[in-house]
């Protein structure tokens, strides 16, 4: 995906989502849903999940 981009949360009003390095170490976790970032840096993100 390269280094940057945007990311839209429409998943369940109050879901989180975690974002994971190649080791699958979590790196950040997105506000819950609805939310969004116009400029995410997605050059350390390897994999997306729901955050629990």
Do not use: R
């Not at 989502?17 to 390897?46: C, I, M, N, Q, R």
């Amino acid at each position: 995906m390269g280094t940057g981009g945007s990311w839209y949360n429409s998943q369940t009003a109050g879901t989180q989502t975690g974002f994971y390095d190649k080791y699958g170490e979590l790196t950040a976790v997105a506000p819950g849903a609805p939310s969004s970032d116009a400029y995410a840096h997605w050059g350390p993100v390897w994999s997306v999940w729901n955050y629990c």
